[in-house]
């Protein structure tokens, strides 16, 4: 694996822990989205989104550069113009080798750079990460961002969320029996030993922006078989 990649990894993991507290926002590393402006797909480093519904208002989006040279000006336009495209009303770019002081003017409010050097990574063990259970992913790696309490009968169960950060697949973790399992687009799923109580599922449903443009979004539900449900987890599509 490539300098570069395991940057953009870092970073994820960095990002993660900064956020992994506020409940209302989940952290999307490699994330795709459909521009508001081209109509194209865009690919982000790092996406951070509204957890559980389509507000905007939230949207962060993250971009590493990995660069022998210091960003420039043209890093920063780009980046501007692929702010607008999504949506993004915050963004940051991490780089590993400083900027120009006319890309930090050109940044102004609305764009962060932050400087997180080559030297970082001889700290970061890959290793730490568990790897998506996916059989079709072979690179990815999972963060796990959630960790429920869930009630039944009196009895709490703790079960972990994450996606991969590579195929994006929400993953679960049961810390009832330990079993970690990758749940595929539009499946369901139960684990062994809460197999009456509730299962999973995931969906791909209609989402609207505020300027009513339509999107899809990847939802994990969490389904009680006394027929409530809840949405665990988003990421647009």
Not at 78 to 94: H, L, P, T
Not at 129 to 135: A, I
Not at 167 to 186: A, T
Not at 198 to 223: A, C, K, M, Q, R
Request: with cysteine; net charge neutral; glycine share 6%.
């Amino acid at each position: 694996m490539g300098k570069w990649k395991i940057y953009e990894k870092l970073i994820s993991s960095l990002i993660h822990e900064e956020y992994v507290k506020d409940d209302y926002c989940t952290v999307i590393p490699n994330a795709k989205v459909t521009g508001l402006i081209s109509g194209r797909k865009r690919q982000l480093d790092i996406l951070i989104d509204c957890r559980f519904d389509s507000d905007l208002n939230r949207r962060i989006i993250i971009d590493s550069k990995f660069h022998k040279r210091p960003i420039d000006i043209k890093h920063i336009e780009s980046f501007e113009g692929m702010m607008r495209d999504v949506g993004a009303k915050i963004g940051y770019i991490i780089c590993s080798n400083g900027y120009t002081k006319a890309a930090l003017k050109r940044a102004q409010k609305f764009i962060n750079i932050r400087i997180i050097k080559e030297d970082e990574l001889d700290k970061f063990d890959l290793n730490s990460w568990d790897r998506c259970r996916s059989p079709k992913c072979s690179h990815g790696l999972i963060l796990w961002d959630k960790t429920p309490g869930i009630f039944h009968d009196g009895i709490v169960t703790i079960q972990a969320l994450g996606k991969c950060d590579e195929c994006g697949k929400f993953q679960i973790w049961c810390w009832g029996c330990g079993n970690k399992h990758c749940i595929e687009y539009e499946d369901e799923w139960r684990c062994s030993c809460d197999s009456r109580k509730w299962f999973w599922i995931t969906t791909i449903e209609p989402d609207e922006d505020e300027n009513g443009t339509t999107y899809n979004s990847h939802y994990l539900i969490l389904v009680y078989f006394n027929g409530k449900w809840d949405i665990l987890d988003r990421r647009p599509i």
